[in-house]
């Protein structure tokens, strides 16, 4: 899951700061280079209008899972002078993979294009009211009031949709870069996976940009003496992302109650329901991990589920769960179950057997290519399950959150199912029929909801108690 941290993170500062003519970028994680960025704004003429132009090129290169990742994003933006956006290209290669999102902006929706190892998809989003969505809403925060928030949209290329975020004018600040302290302007800029402090300098330029997991972003003409050999290994974002508790948790993948304290700053929601109960207390959590037990019911028929959620057997942004491919296929698996519970325990235990873990792929994919490739990690498995479920009627919804299977927590993708009552998890990356209470749910929904899941920077876990089952 982790893996689009970077990429996203990225994404969202180039979209909140309008660069003067070409600026480059070394991009660093705990203390490691671990890639560049170029950005750069002009003028064109397009149709006989004169528009803003802006280009971003960001390459970057870490571990993840004991692998090698590597993402290369290339975007182009056309906005008129004012920051209305007229259109927005991304381009993201990773893994042998190409994810390309082409949106075309009018006065109502904007018209998006999308492929990523499938057919072209095409969807129509309702272009937000309550805020704007700009290049650079940079000048109108640095001449607010300290402490002001200011609201905008993004376009987040991966999930297709849009991202309402904040940025708040912090007032005056030092920040050092290498050994050189700078006076700035520290603004933080909130969006709904991670909080960025962004250091402008008096003419509006960035000394440094700071994120989760220590990831710095530096003009090159300030960061050459920064960090560390850049020879020295890249950091595993896996690793570095991964949380480990106060105590040891025995047999984690067994568990079925888990009761804990969560401390994270950044974490404003966490789902509350069948699954686990979350309360927040003076900005932190007590969590309780309480699956639904899969063995004391079979579950209302598939029938029945989908009419009670006709939702969540639609197709969606990389869900084609209308093809052909996957209802003939979904038929074949599922055969003649007619409950909810064997048929998504037939579908988990089809995936789990036949795909293979791939670490190096860093773009979220069309289940078409999942399918082909039969490789990925676990929101590519999650994608397929939930393709393969509804093409087959059974109500299904993504994921996102932590689990551990050795004690330490990592970020993790799965599905829920509808069987008449409640949703119950299913985790088609393990062939266990019951989810454990090693799963921490942190998003569900469709795509664009359960993939902007909050980045737990500066976490802790404090166990209370674990039982297993």
């Not at 969202?12 to 070394?26: E, R, V, Y």
């Not at 084609?320 to 007619?338: E, N, V």
């Not at 999650?382 to 330490?408: E, H, K, N, Q, Y």
Request: with cysteine; aromatic share 6%; glycine share 8%.
């Amino acid at each position: 899951m982790l893996r689009r941290l970077i990429p996203v993170t990225l994404l969202s500062l180039a979209a909140i700061f309008s660069f003067a003519d070409t600026t480059h970028l070394g991009i660093y994680m705990q203390g490691s280079r671990v890639g560049d960025a170029t950005f750069s704004d002009t003028t064109e003429v397009l149709n006989g209008k004169t528009l803003k132009r802006g280009d971003s090129s960001t390459k970057i290169s870490t571990g993840m899972m004991g692998g090698a990742l590597s993402v290369e994003i290339n975007s182009t933006s056309w906005s008129e002078m004012n920051g209305r956006p007229v259109r927005m290209l991304f381009v993201t290669k990773s893994g042998g993979r190409t994810m390309t999102v082409d949106a075309n902006f009018g006065e109502i929706y904007a018209d998006v294009t999308l492929q990523s190892g499938g057919p072209k998809q095409k969807k129509r989003l309702l272009i937000p009211t309550d805020g704007p969505i700009v290049d650079d809403p940079m000048p109108m925060v640095l001449k607010g009031e300290i402490n002001a928030k200011t609201s905008f949209y993004e376009l987040r290329p991966d999930t297709v949709s849009f991202s309402k975020d904040q940025a708040i004018n912090r007032g005056p600040s030092k920040v050092k870069v290498g050994d050189k302290t700078y006076d700035a302007t520290l603004v933080d800029v909130i969006d709904s996976m991670s909080t960025m402090h962004v250091y402008v300098g008096g003419k509006g330029n960035l000394i440094k940009a700071e994120g989760p997991l220590g990831l710095e972003m530096i003009p090159e003409e300030l960061g050459s003496s920064t960090v560390s050999d850049e020879n020295s290994a890249s950091p595993d974002l896996a690793t570095a992302s991964s949380i480990k508790p106060d105590k040891p948790v025995a047999n984690p993948g067994a568990l079925k109650f888990f009761k804990f304290h969560l401390t994270a700053p950044d974490a404003n929601r966490i789902p509350n329901d069948e699954h686990q109960t979350a309360i927040k207390t003076n900005g932190d959590w007590q969590i309780a991990v309480h699956p639904v037990d899969i063995s004391k019911s079979v579950g209302t028929t598939i029938t029945l589920a989908a009419k009670q959620q006709p939702k969540w057997v639609e197709p969606d942004t990389y869900i084609p769960s209308d093809s052909q491919r996957f209802k003939a296929l979904a038929k074949q698996i599922i055969g003649k179950q007619t409950r909810v519970r064997g048929a998504a325990l037939a579908v988990q235990n089809w995936i789990a057997d036949r795909m293979r873990p791939n670490p190096g792929i860093g773009v979220l994919r069309d289940a078409n290519e999942v399918l082909s490739s039969k490789e990925g990690v676990c929101r590519d498995y999650a994608i397929l399950a939930a393709t393969l479920l509804r093409a087959g009627g059974v109500p299904t919804r993504m994921c996102s959150g932590l689990v551990s299977w050795d004690g330490t927590f990592y970020y993790h993708a799965w599905v829920e199912v509808w069987n008449g009552k409640s949703w119950i998890g299913i985790d088609p990356t393990v062939t266990d029929p019951q989810i454990s209470a090693a799963h921490i749910k942190l998003a569900d929904g469709n795509i664009a909801t359960a993939f902007q899941f909050p980045v737990l920077d500066k976490v802790s876990i404090k166990v209370e108690e674990a039982v297993s089952r």
